[in-house]
């Protein structure tokens, strides 16, 4: 291993999981306890659209606003406790935000040395980007996903401060690591570790107790969860905690159910390192401590992913409440009444037309709400006019004259456009990597030199099943967690168990004809199996479930958050020795 034999642990802690995030994190973290590096994940498919439309009413901007107003407190803190900033809040233009942290620093006082990372933006490289017609297809953004090297660059020319755009949001910790402990691109076990660390903290408070499937069983605290921060050491080993006397909790279960979040197989691929997950064991390390070890780390490929957005056109929605008897019926009605006008003579119909009736309603309820079912309506097409006023209008005028107690529960609107998210692949040489140090001097980092095609890792022997015995009819969720969430138009919902009896029966249970019948919306979907026996889990990946991604709206759970929760609520056949 390169770099110094004896460095003391890295404390890196984690302030922002999306755009948006708790405002005073920031100030939480630096004042909450030590801490070496603090980081901020700004960036999701979804907020490169909102980023991409900022940039086009300001060419200066297509960064993250809230990220100066954070700092105009904290800037000084984070200085005075000798505490560096690494974020992506730079978006679509990290020297815009870099210049207005300048800025910021010059009038606050505060003498902090700010660096950036570019070379993401690949909208001048149309050659890398797949094409419409034969010509480029106009998309609004497309970045590739840069790793670590550039912020370790630029924190090894002594950068307080560093704003990058499109990198991966693990690398925000893996580049931090990297300049502390003198890493190089060989050292791929220590990488894969912070990785894995990274890849825990970039989502804030999802893992210490946010969104977990067992707070209220488990008696945790999540009404303030506080934001988590990992003790890194040089082999790559960590400890993922929180500051003392905060919110939530860190445990086993909390820090499995993160590991899973918008993952696939065993191999966890970034543009620094391949991470093996069938690797990783977790340990309770003390109270709100877990230690994370063994992560073995595999060449990259030598592509990176790239992420492209494109206007796909305009979408228009209704939802008709339907109340009391004869559901059914009103809801044909009304299909039927909206479908002779979007079809007649006087109206082009839309390109995509999509009704889905969810059944909410109950008999003999004593609460109007819970007497009604929803209808909804959702409507596409490259013409604004066609699924706007035409589909509104048409809806307010069934007012009197469609199923008794008609009513919507928004007015109609005009049609909003919406995005469309899809990732390619590009040759890693073929991508700039550049980091803007403080004195201004531009380094071009290379892409690691060794690299390994990515390929599938044959899913382990299960373990033995449970012998036959008494079973119960009850909700999965009474012994097993779950997460899920999107990654363009897939989602994965990965499943863990708590003791080594429930992963022998969930390992032969949770089969993907299991998990089909369970989940009817996925049947006619792709679906992939992954076994992680060390994490007692198997991880789901559903292609197309959310169609063109988040920001097309594809169904009522657009980024597939509750996909896992809705597992857990379906009843199924459990051993009465594993339940409580």
């Known amino acids: 291993m390169t770099g110094p034999a004896h460095v003391a642990p890295l404390r890196v802690g984690n302030a922002s999981g999306f755009y948006g995030d708790r405002f005073d994190a920031v100030h939480e973290m630096l004042t909450g306890g030590p801490l070496d590096v603090l980081t901020g994940d700004y960036l999701a498919e979804l907020t490169m659209l909102l980023l991409a439309r900022d940039r086009m009413k300001d060419p200066g901007g297509g960064w993250a606003r809230t990220f100066p107003r954070q700092l105009e407190t904290c800037l000084g803190l984070a200085h005075e406790r000798g505490v560096r900033l690494v974020t992506n809040a730079g978006g679509l233009n990290p020297a815009a935000l870099a210049h207005a942290v300048r800025e910021l620093a010059a009038r606050l006082g505060v003498p902090v040395h700010v660096a950036h990372v570019e070379g993401d933006d690949l909208l001048s490289r149309p050659d890398l980007l797949p094409q419409r017609d034969g010509a480029p297809a106009p998309y609004l953004t497309a970045n590739a996903y840069l790793g670590g090297a550039g912020i370790a660059a630029c924190l090894r020319a002594g950068a307080d401060v560093v704003v990058t755009g499109r990198v991966t949001d693990a690398a925000l910790v893996t580049g931090a690591a990297a300049a502390h402990f003198g890493w190089g691109d060989d050292d791929l076990d220590a990488l894969a570790g912070a990785v894995v660390a990274g890849h825990v903290l970039e989502c804030g408070t999802q893992a210490t107790g946010g969104n977990y499937a067992f707070f209220a069983r ?219 140090l403080p004195d201004g001097e531009r380094l071009t980092l290379r892409h690691p030199a060794r690299t390994r095609e990515l390929a599938p890792v044959p899913d382990p022997e299960p373990p033995p099943p449970l012998p036959p015995g008494p079973v119960r009819r009850v909700p999965l969720g009474e012994v097993a967690g779950a997460r899920s969430g999107d990654k363009g138009g897939s989602a994965n919902v990965g499943v863990w168990v708590r003791d080594d009896a429930a992963w022998r029966w969930l390992a032969h249970e949770l089969t993907v004809d299991r998990l089909r019948a369970l989940l009817p919306e996925i049947r006619e979907l792709p679906v992939t199996r992954h076994l992680l026996p060390r994490l007692r889990a198997v991880n789901f990946v559903v292609d197309g479930l959310l169609g063109e991604g988040v920001a097309a709206q594809a169904r009522f759970d657009p980024q597939a958050k509750a996909l896992g929760e809705w597992l857990r609520a379906r009843y199924v056949d459990i051993p009465e020795e594993l339940l409580p």
């Open 218 to 436: 488990d008696g945790i605290d999540a009404r303030h969860p506080g934001f988590p921060l990992a003790e890194i050491h040089r082999d790559g080993t960590s400890v993922i905690t929180k500051h003392p006397g905060t919110g939530g909790a860190v445990t086993v279960g909390t820090v499995t159910a993160q590991l899973l979040y918008e993952t696939g197989g065993a191999r966890y691929a970034g543009p620094d390192v391949t991470a093996r997950l069938d690797t990783v064991r977790l340990a309770a390390d003390g109270p709100d401590r877990v230690r994370i070890a063994g992560v073995r780390g595999e060449a990259p490929p030598p592509t990176l992913k790239a992420g492209l957005t494109r206007l796909g056109g305009y979408r228009n929605e209704v939802v008709f409440v339907l109340t009391g008897l004869d559901v059914e019926a009103k809801a044909a009605l009304v299909r039927e009444q909206m479908t002779a006008h979007l079809t007649g003579a006087t109206n082009a119909p839309p390109t995509e037309v999509r009704w889905t009736l969810a059944r909410t309603d109950r008999a003999d309820a004593d609460v109007q709400e819970e007497a009604g079912a929803l209808l909804r309506l959702v409507v596409r097409d490259p013409d604004q006019a066609v699924v706007g006023r035409a589909v509104s209008a048409a809806a307010v005028e069934l007012a009197l004259a469609s199923y008794p107690g008609f009513h919507v529960t928004a007015p109609p609107g005009k049609g909003a456009p919406y995005g469309v998210f899809e990732a390619v692949h590009v040759p890693a040489d073929e991508v700039p990597h550049t980091a803007v």
